[in-house]
């Protein structure tokens, strides 16, 4: 289809052209599909914040090949050191205290004093980035407080022709976005994912707990009200409205043109990987309201239900 790309090495080529000369490109990664951008350019980055109509005081996400790209930008303290050694790469980002000689574009981080950094895991970003000499600036493929792609066909459905280049790498095997822990001051947890509060305490040996009220210094982006399908939903529903689409979880329930099952086995990765396709495909059906019933709160349902609530606000 038009501007997807499948992973062949030409267009592996052509990809890589793009980032070198600012352009902006879509791109697979194991959580949901990004925007990619030299993270080190300030023409890069200030076309991803007008692609996606992003505030500029709502930071991104800087991507990295491995420990040594990161050591330029940023200091690595013990904690940050014990927890890269378990999760990454994968779907953890880490809030690390920027270095002073940085050549981070100051629009990326939104002038702070601190980096958001991630390694992520899938195949061809890794390969891409191993390909760069600089780290990419990643936010996810969607419009600002809309929901996040997880297909290149997700990404097409979002910007339409506005993004030339979507390399494709089929379904993002996760499908929410990653864990976002503070290790700058406070040990925190800013926004959950696929590694639990409850993993990352048991590889710093203490209890990590998720910041309750959004401090908007702390972090910018986690406005009230994001990953919307821009119709309303109820959640924990045990009733259902009339005309509103279902979304329910586990066996007990029958299949029906209003009804969608986020893991009829009740297996609660598969819901995660098909909350966003969900959202996604019921907001293209024409439906006016989405009812959910209540999705068990553990492990990465805790993520499952962060999305929702931002998604119902
Ligand atoms: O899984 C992911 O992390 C995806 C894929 C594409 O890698 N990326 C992603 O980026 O979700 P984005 O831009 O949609 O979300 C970045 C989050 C926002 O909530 C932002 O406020 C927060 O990270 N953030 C970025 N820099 C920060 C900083 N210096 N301090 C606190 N929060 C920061
Ligand atoms: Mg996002």
């Known amino acids: 289809m038009k501007n997807i790309y499948k992973n062949s ?39 991803i914040y007008k692609l996606k109509k992003r505030p500029s005081k709502n930071p991104l996400i800087i991507h990295y090949y491995n420990l040594r790209s990161l050591k330029k930008d940023a200091y690595t303290k013990h904690e940050f050191m014990k927890l890269y050694n378990k999760f990454s790469p994968g779907p953890l980002t880490y809030i690390l205290k920027k270095k002073k000689k940085s050549k981070i574009s100051l629009l990326a981080n939104s002038n702070l004093k601190t980096i958001a950094v991630r390694f992520p895991k899938n195949k061809i970003i890794r390969k891409l980035l191993k390909n760069l000499n ?22 097409l459905d979002e910007f339409g022709n506005k993004i030339k ?5 089929g379904r993002s095997r996760i ?25 990352i305490s048991k590889v ?35 009733r259902m409205d009339d005309k509103a689409a279902l979304i329910v979880f586990g066996k007990k329930y029958k299949s029906s043109k209003n009804i969608f099952n986020l893991s009829k086995n009740g297996n609660i990765k598969e819901a995660a990987r098909n909350l966003y396709k969900t959202l996604r495909k019921i907001k293209n059906l024409g439906f006016k309201k989405i009812n959910v019933v209540k999705i068990p709160n553990n492990k990465i349902g805790i993520a499952i239900n962060d999305r929702l609530r931002k998604a119902a606000y």
């Open 9 to 47: 090495a030409q267009n592996f080529n052509k990809a890589k052209k793009n980032l070198v000369k600012n352009n902006i490109i879509a791109v697979p990664t194991e959580t949901v599909y990004g925007l990619a951008g030299n993270a080190y350019s300030n023409i890069s980055v200030k076309k």
């Open 134 to 155: 600089f780290p990419l600036a990643i936010p996810s493929a969607n419009l600002s407080s809309a929901v996040s792609p997880v297909s290149s066909n997700d990404v």
């Open 165 to 169: 280049f979507i390399l494709d790498g």
């Open 175 to 199: 499908g929410l976005e990653s864990t976002v822990i503070n290790l700058n001051k406070k040990i925190q947890i800013l926004r959950p994912g696929a590694i639990s509060s409850k993993d």
């Open 204 to 238: 710093l040996k203490k209890k990590v707990s998720f910041l309750k009220k959004t401090n908007k210094l702390i972090s910018p982006g986690l406005s009230k009200r994001h990953y919307s399908p821009g119709i309303p939903i109820k959640l924990n529903c045990t």
